[in-house]
């Protein structure tokens, strides 16, 4: 939670007192659980976790195949590997360039299950003014869920979903079947005796009365592992429209 919440010059940001983390902590967290994640999937026959990356312009001397491959613009599977991380770390480096909490979603495909880190928070706040007004409300920022920005909650966390296959040719309309989206008995057993491997890093999930892990499964890393301390935060404002 924050509060003091201030404007700053540029109204895509505001400084607000609230939790501190410690970023480089986090990612080195998060890549452990990753390292190991692909080490448990390697011995139970599961499918490598990878990344998906956008192609780079052809150069001259590519391969023909190479060079339409490269034009297509489609997006090729680049397998977890240590260069995995180092490529988030960089990206969360740009971000922190402009704000603290309120950052962008980084996903590793792991099937049957995917992997997403938000190593500066979910979301940013929603900005309450100009065309972006929402009627009778007051607060000038609004957080996802239209609450008062003082709900705002900067700590990072780690979200693990199901894999979402392509959708099968022929598929008609947009919507899959709800199956599709949920965790099985299977799947969360299998993320059960994982998760239970990582419990020495300090992490938080919920268990259900199972014994199983709960859906949707939220890893958090809390301050008292995790943080810097108390202080000033810059946090990410989004604005519809550029308005």
């Not at 990612?27 to 452990?32: D, K, P, V, W």
């Not at 962008?104 to 792991?110: I, K, S, Y």
């Not at 409300?137 to 199901?162: C, K, N, Q, Y």
Request: a negative charge; glycine letters at 10%; charged letters at 30%.
């Amino acid at each position: 939670m924050i509060k003091d919440i201030r404007p700053t010059e540029d109204d895509d940001v505001v400084l607000a007192l609230g939790e501190r983390y410690d970023v480089d902590k986090i990612l080195e967290a998060m890549r452990g659980i990753l390292d190991d994640y692909a080490a448990f999937a390697g011995k139970k026959g599961l499918e490598e976790p990878y990344t998906l990356a956008n192609p780079k312009p052809p150069r001259p001397d590519d391969d023909p195949i190479v060079k339409l491959l490269k034009s297509s613009g489609l997006p090729f599977r680049l397998p977890y590997g240590g260069h995995t991380m180092r490529i988030v770390a960089k990206l969360i480096d740009e971000e922190r360039g402009s704000y603290d909490a309120g950052g962008l979603r980084h996903d590793v495909e792991a099937p049957p299950f995917r992997f997403d880190l938000y190593p500066l928070g979910v979301s940013p706040l929603y900005a309450n003014f100009g065309m972006c007004r929402e009627p009778g409300v007051e607060s000038r920022w609004l957080t996802i869920v239209g609450e008062p920005a003082t709900a705002f909650d900067p700590a990072p966390i780690m979200r693990i979903h199901r894999h979402l296959p392509p959708r099968a040719e022929g598929a008609v309309g947009d919507l899959r079947p709800k199956a599709e989206y949920c965790l099985s008995g299977n799947h969360r057993k299998l993320l059960t005796e994982f998760l239970e491997t990582q419990r020495n890093r300090g992490i938080i999930y919920e268990i259900g009365a199972n014994g199983l892990v709960s859906e949707p499964l939220k890893i958090l890393f809390p301050h008292d592992a995790y943080g810097a301390g108390i202080g000033d935060i810059r946090v990410a404002v989004l604005r519809a429209g550029g308005d």
